[in-house]
């Protein structure tokens, strides 16, 4: 895999050329910045941008003053190759709060090992129902200790109107769910990314969180998917490599709240 050119069609797809993440959401395009406005419990942020230092903090003070003026908090997803060199410098000076750094992983969807086996006594189902992201949505909640009701009414509200763009799937010890994840499916491109893989801390380290990844990655393959992309913690990163996941840049969030 040819890292720099997979990373420059990675923009282009996904971040340049967005498409709105689910019902509810609409991708709009102001000067250098593409940005995601959402109703309800969608996300709403910057994911693209294309500045320099003459018009970065210009364009901050835009983004700051169009999500003040609708009331919402708002993300500037900041990859590490974006430009200017230091943006994140400009968006923490102009009030923005920096999150935790994760590394923007990508695999082949051919290349990638697909052998990983769930443990015994547990069992994967398929979250395709309100009772189904339920199960999802409490075990977010444990594995990271975060508030889930913008996930759940997001995953259901793109469950029954855009089905075919996310796949959710929880791990289950008896009727226990101790572990879930998603695939969000970009139609028209040729990636798919992996989002919100979590197992409950009396679970971790028996090889459910490998599993659940190549369980999507066989589902990605299945529906000619050529990339699966991940923003990987430091946690996580050392398992993407070993199942073929290659580090391309990083990724930082920053939050602004009115």
Not at 108 to 118: H, R, S, Y
Not at 232 to 258: C, H, K, M, N, W
């Amino acid at each position: 895999m040819d890292h720099t050119s997979v990373l420059a069609l990675h923009d282009r797809d996904l971040r340049e050329g967005a498409r709105p993440d689910g019902p509810g959401s609409r991708v709009e395009r102001a000067g250098g910045v593409v940005r995601q406005v959402s109703d309800g419990h969608g996300w709403n942020g910057v994911l693209w941008s294309d500045l320099d230092e003459t018009d970065a903090d210009a364009a901050i003070a835009e983004q700051i003053a169009y999500f003040t003026a609708l009331g919402r908090d708002f993300e500037w997803k900041l990859y590490g190759h974006d430009l200017p060199t230091d943006l994140g410098q400009r968006l923490s000076a102009a009030g923005f709060t920096p999150e935790p750094q994760e590394t923007l992983m990508i695999g082949e969807v051919a290349a990638l090992t697909f052998d990983a086996q769930l443990p015994p006594g547990i069992r994967l189902l398929p979250a395709t129902d309100r009772a189904g992201i339920d199960l999802v949505a409490d075990v977010h909640e444990k594995a990271f200790g975060t508030d889930s009701t913008r996930l759940r009414a997001r995953l259901l509200a793109q469950l029954a109107a855009e089905p075919d763009t996310v796949v959710a799937v929880v791990a289950l010890a008896g009727d226990e769910p101790v572990s879930a994840a998603r695939m969000e499916l970009v139609p028209g491109t040729r990636f798919a990314g992996l989002w919100g893989g979590g197992t409950v801390e009396a679970w971790r380290g028996r090889g459910i969180y490998r599993a659940l990844i190549a369980h999507r990655a066989r589902i990605a393959a299945d529906r000619g998917y050529r990339y699966l992309q991940v923003d990987a913690s430091d946690q996580s990163r050392p398992i993407l490599e070993r199942l073929g996941f290659a580090p391309l840049t990083t990724t930082t969030p920053y939050v602004y709240e009115p």
